[in-house]
């Protein structure tokens, strides 16, 4: 009984000795490795700025149409675009004319399209004439449906067309002619210069979008 005893003690022992070996060599023949990797680019840049030449100023974006408000009257001529000596400086009158540059510039790193719409805030309906080419010309800047160039064509459809503007610091130049000709209603035209507090405003909204 004593000799069986320690036969199976024996076997015992060899076999916790086979598992330890067992155990030893699984975890020294196990090949554990990891990694990871990363990358990164820059996001293109929006950026678009309007305003008179040389003040362009960054606009609004993300599907918005900014409201800008623009000094169409810094430089006034007389009606026939010559030199003004009978009117102060500073104001309009009946027989006076002048232009406005509107620059847009793109400094996104992708192309841009925009359209641009004019509207006036002229409180007494004066009788202010717009163009685009000085050429052909309309009346209020809000009605759709006045001629621009015998088609019906308003000048905020001709500007809604749209245009594109390359990328990183393509402009473009829009010119606004305007004139209050001596023909218009006097009515109106004494009013506006009896009235302390006239003003005329010239309104321009600007959309740009990506070019796709």
Known sequence: MKKNKSTLLLMLLLLLVCLTFSAVGGTYAKYTSSANGTDSISVAKWSIKAGSLGNEKEITVAGTSPTLDFDLFSTVYDEDGGEEKDVGVGVVAPG????????????????????VSLSENNAHGLPFLYSLDNVHWVGDLSDEKANWDGTNESINEHLRKGKTIQMNGGEDLITVYWKWPFDGDMTKDTNAGISEDENITIIADIIAEQVD
């Open 96 to 115: 006076t004319s002048g232009s406005f540059d509107l620059s847009i510039i793109n400094d996104s790193e992708v192309n841009a399209s925009y359209t």
